[in-house]
């Protein structure tokens, strides 16, 4: 039993290297979010260059959490047989799934344009989808790994 959790920790100690490295992108993210949304100017270069680079880091986060961190959590819970974890990551996958639409949308908005009157509303709302897309994935993290990774933890 206990070569089964080295095993287990093993194979699945990489998940959180893997969901704490995406987590720091998430922080850092939300930091040029937030100094983007204190520039109600935006008229100067550096709010220009601000919006793309928050462009550019909103596409990455999501490419990531779709195309890996999702992935990882999902193959995590159907080795630990979890179906009614899966079944509850399910609707909050839905839930990322809409914002996931608003994101895109933002950031071919705003990824390429001088045309910047919808640009404190468009952040609002962004900041809103961002919290509810945080919400849902942090609750994932919670369904999918970390009751896994207590699992999978040696005991002492």
């Not at 462009?55 to 819970?77: P, T």
Request: hydrophobic share 35%.
């Amino acid at each position: 039993m206990l070569e089964d959790c080295k095993d287990a920790q093993e194979r699945w100690g990489g998940v959180s290297d893997i969901v704490d490295k995406w987590l720091g992108e998430r922080q850092n993210l939300l930091i040029d979010y937030c100094k983007l949304s204190e520039d109600v100017q935006f008229d100067d270069e550096d709010s220009a260059l601000g919006l793309r680079q928050l462009c550019e880091k909103l596409v990455d986060y999501v490419s990531a959490g779709h195309f890996e961190i999702y992935d990882q959590l999902i193959r995590e819970a159907e080795d630990f047989r979890d179906s009614e974890g899966l079944q509850r990551a399910d609707d909050f996958y839905k839930k990322i799934d809409t914002t996931t639409e608003y994101i895109l949308d933002f950031n071919d908005k705003y990824d390429e344009t001088d045309d910047l009157d919808a640009i404190e509303n468009d952040l609002s709302t962004l900041g809103e989808v961002l919290a509810a897309r945080f919400e849902a994935e942090d609750n994932m993290i919670e369904i999918l790994h970390l009751a896994h990774h207590r699992e999978s933890a040696p005991s002492e």
